[in-house]
C-alpha cells in the first residue's frame, strides 16, 4: 500500500504501526504503553481525512488492521477487516451504501473474521451456522440469503462466539481496534508464517 501511494495511486487513507512496537509485544505479551493513544489520534486524522467517525452511527468509519512485512508473505499473517461495524454503525454503512444487504453481509463477515481471527473461535462452526440457514430458507448459496437473513445470522454468529469465547462479541469500536492489533501482531508468530 505505501509503495502504491508513493506512485500516486488511489489508495484508502491510512497509517503504519512500527514493527518497533509489535517487537515489544512480543516481548511483554501486551501493546506498548502509549501505543492506543497514538492510533487514537492517527485515527483522528483519518476521520478528519474521511469525513467519517469511528463508530458514528450516521456515518461510520471503517478501518483495517493489515500486517505487513519487508519480504511479502501473502496470506500467512491474519487481516482483520471492517472494523468499527456494529449492531448500530451496520445501519450508517446501509444508508450510506443504499444497499442494507450489503451492509448485513459485511456485519456477519466480520463478526465471522473477528470471531476466528481475534477469539479464536473454530471457523466450522460459523460454517455450519450459514449451512442451517440456508437449509431453513431452502437456498444453495449465500447470495440468495435476504438482509433480513443476514441480519439474524449475525445474532446466530454472537451466540457461537459467546459460547466459545465465553465473552459477548465486543460492540465498541475502540476495543475491538486494540483486540484487532494484538491478533495481528501474534499472527507473525502464527503456523503459517512460522512454516513459510
Known amino acids: ?11 484508502p487513507e491510512g497509517f503504519v504501526i512500527t514493527t518497533e512496537a509489535c517487537a515489544g509485544y512480543m516481548k511483554s505479551g501486551e501493546l506498548p504503553g502509549g501505543l492506543m493513544a497514538q492510533v487514537m489520534d492517527h485515527l483522528a486524522c483519518l476521520e478528519e481525512d474521511t469525513g467519517r467517525g469511528f463508530g458514528d452511527p450516521e456515518n461510520p468509519l471503517l478501518v ?11 496470506g500467512m499473517m491474519d487481516t482483520v477487516l471492517n472494523l468499527g461495524l456494529n449492531d448500530a454503525t ?43 440457514i440456508k437449509g431453513e430458507r431452502g437456498v444453495e448459496t449465500d447470495t440468495e440469503l435476504s438482509a433480513r437473513d443476514l441480519e439474524q445470522l449475525v445474532g446466530r454468529f454472537k451466540t457461537i462466539v459467546a459460547r466459545e469465547a465465553r465473552a459477548e462479541f465486543p460492540e465498541g469500536p475502540n476495543e475491538q481496534l486494540e483486540l484487532a492489533i ?7 508468530l502464527g503456523e503459517r508464517a512460522a512454516a513459510y
Open 90 to 132: 451496520v445501519h450508517g454503512l446501509a444508508k450510506s451504501t443504499e444497499d442494507e444487504r450489503f451492509a448485513q453481509d459485511s456485519h456477519r463477515r466480520f463478526i465471522q473474521a473477528f470471531g476466528e481471527i481475534v477469539l479464536k473461535v473454530p471457523r466450522h462452526l460459523f460454517e455450519e451456522a450459514i449451512q442451517e
Open 64 to 74: 483495517s488492521v493489515r500486517s505487513g512485512a519487508p519480504i511479502s508473505m501473502p
Open 182 to 188: 494484538g491478533a495481528v501482531f501474534d499472527s507473525w
Open 1 to 11: 500500500l505505501m509503495r502504491m501511494r508513493q506512485l500516486g495511486l488511489p489508495v
